[in-house]
């Protein structure tokens, strides 16, 4: 009797591993991938106080996000194989409610946020506006988007500089 439920025990074991093999194991169901945070972005700013030029030098460079790159390349337009040099305005604003920085300066470029200027060409550039007492007033300047041409079947990045003095 002992035997007979023995054989029956491990006939049952084996069905219900045929049973799991045949049909697969299941991972279980992964947890819902929580929301992206949405990244920061300043409002676009007013119209701006003053328009400010270095005589076309363009020396200032915004810095690069990643999260800006599509923009700066859809504003630098068709330009084929060779590298872009599309001339836009562009408006700089103190951007004080950012809460990663403090009193960085958003760049906006044809009316869309492309990135912000370094720390020290920001200081440089709140100090210019309090000199010329228009402090955290937007300004106005040109802009070129320069890059992405073609090199070794790769396109290169593009920049955007700005006609501002560059800090010192």
């Not at 599309?86 to 004080?96: C, Q």
Request: glycine share 8%.
């Amino acid at each position: 009797m002992i035997d007979a439920l023995l054989i029956a025990l491990m006939a049952a074991s084996l069905a219900a591993m045929y049973l799991l093999l045949k049909s697969g194991f299941r991972a279980p169901a992964a947890p819902p991938a929580p929301a992206p945070a949405k990244a920061y972005e300043p409002a676009a700013p007013g119209a701006p106080a003053r328009h400010w030029s270095d005589e076309g030098r363009l020396q200032t460079e915004v810095l690069a996000e990643s999260r800006f790159h599509a923009t700066v390349r859809e504003l630098a337009g068709e330009h084929g194989d060779q590298g872009a040099d599309t001339r836009l305005p562009a408006v700089l604003a103190v951007d004080a409610a950012n809460p990663y920085e403090d009193k960085p300066v958003a760049v906006f470029v044809a009316g869309r946020m492309v990135g912000y200027l370094g720390p020290r060409d920001a200081q440089y550039f709140r100090e210019q506006q309090t000199r010329q007492e228009i402090a955290g007033q937007p300004v106005s300047c040109d802009a070129a988007i320069r890059g992405g041409g073609l090199w070794n079947g790769k396109r290169l990045a593009y920049a955007v500089w700005l006609d501002i003095e560059p800090a010192r």
